[in-house]
Every structure is written in structure tokens, then in C-alpha cells.
T-cell receptor, first 111, second 113 residues
């Protein structure tokens, strides 16, 4: 049973516009959430995280929003750049020991 | 470069053979994780170590899988009697306790013929 779901396998946006990547989770015990970015032939790299005590965390062009009641989080990238083209994974943890990953969303930013 | 390294990057083997992968974490990290990733899926947790102690194993980790971290530094993941269903990318990550950002290696891609 997949506890973290990314229902959009792919997303295409124009350079300079906003990219919104979504993630849903089922386990109400999750209290820490992360986003990773993955380029081909490389391991995932950490992008941004959020604790359940917050509903928003911002780092430069990247903002993560958390809606606990809906068990939903989203990653906003503004403005999108061609170098942002990658696969994005969301991940969640209840105990800071074990992390559950979604299946990923492939973002394509068109010049 | 002091990132996480994995060896080999690719492994092709025949069904029934044993394979062993190595992971060298970032030197000051005391936690080490193994994940498996199949096509179109995200990384699936297999097991993790804190120093040399293996603290948790996933139900996905059958008896054919064993992992060690003998001196709390590098780790090995062995798969015995490989099956075609074992074909996947095996990822290693490391972190420091209390710091939830995991640093991933490039992975070892296993193909079982």
C-alpha cells in the first residue's frame, strides 16, 4: 500500500512560468516531508523540507505548502527554468528513521 | 569529492548468482540507508544502520538479502540466488542523526538475466 502518492507522472511548463507539483499522503502520523530532485544517472538530491508544525517553507524559487487536513503538499517553482527539468520525488516520515517516497513527477521546462 | 559513492555502478548477472554492492557514505555521517528503485517508482526503503547497528529492515528484504556495516563506515548489500525480480536500481544514502536530509549515491543498477 503506497502511503505517499504523486498522481501526475509528468508536467510540462513554459520557462518563466510557475511549476506546481503535487503529493498526497495517507498516513496521518507523517510529520516531516521532503522534496528531492533527480537527474538521469544521478541519485536524488535534497531540495526542500517542511515540518508538520508549519504550512509553508520557502527557499529561493522553491516553496513547499503543506495542508495537513487534506494530507496534501505541493512544491511551487517560480520562475521555472530549463535546468529545473528533472524528476521530483516527495517523501514523508513519521519517526525520522524511515522515509516513504512517492513515484515521482517528471518536470519538463520548455525554453 | 566527499559525496556518497557506490560500487559498482552497473551489474549484470545470471539468475541464481550472488551479487554484492558497496556503499561509502559521507565520512561524518552515522546513518546509512539502502533503497531499491524500480522503473516508474520512487525509492523503497530496505534497511538502515546507525553506526554499525542495523536498526530496521523492511518486509521487502527477503532472506536472500543481507546488509552489513561492520565498522560503522562503508556498507555492503548482498543478494543471494538472484531472481529476475531483483532487477532494479539500488540506492544508498547517508545522513547524520537529527538531520533529516539524506545524501544519495548514484546507485547500482542490477540486471538479472
Amino acid at each position: 500500500d503506497q502511503q505517499v502518492k504523486q498522481n501526475s507522472p509528468s508536467l510540462s511548463v513554459q520557462e518563466g512560468r510557475i511549476s506546481i507539483l503535487n503529493c498526497d499522503y495517507t498516513n496521518s502520523m507523517f510529520d516531516y516531508f521532503l522534496w528531492y530532485k533527480k537527474y538521469p544517472a544521478e541519485g536524488p538530491t535534497f531540495l526542500i523540507s517542511i515540518s508538520s508544525i508549519k504550512d509553508k517553507n520557502e527557499d529561493g524559487r522553491f516553496t513547499v505548502f503543506l495542508n495537513k487536513s487534506a494530507k496534501h503538499l505541493s512544491l511551487h517553482i517560480v520562475p521555472s527554468q530549463p535546468g529545473d527539468s528533472a524528476v521530483y520525488f516527495c517523501a514523508a516520515s513519521a519517526d525520522f528513521n524511515k522515509f516513504y517516497f512517492g513515484s515521482g513527477t517528471k518536470l519538463n521546462v520548455k525554453p | 569529492d566527499t559525496g556518497v559513492s557506490q560500487d559498482p555502478r552497473h551489474k549484470i548477472t545470471k539468475r541464481g548468482q550472488n551479487v554484492t554492492f558497496r556503499c561509502d557514505p559521507i565520512s561524518e555521517h552515522n546513518r546509512l540507508y539502502w533503497y531499491r528503485q524500480t522503473l516508474g517508482q520512487g525509492p523503497e526503503f530496505l534497511t538502515y544502520f546507525q553506526n554499525e547497528a542495523q536498526l530496521e529492515k523492511s518486509r521487502l528484504l527477503s532472506d536472500r538479502f543481507s546488509a552489513e556495516r561492520p565498522k560503522g563506515s562503508f556498507s555492503t548489500l548482498e543478494i543471494q540466488r538472484t531472481e529476475q525480480g531483483d532487477s532494479a536500481m539500488y540506492l544508498c544514502a547517508s545522513s547524520w542523526t537529527g538531520d533529516n536530509e539524506q545524501f544519495f549515491g548514484p546507485g547500482t543498477r542490477l540486471t538479472v538475466l
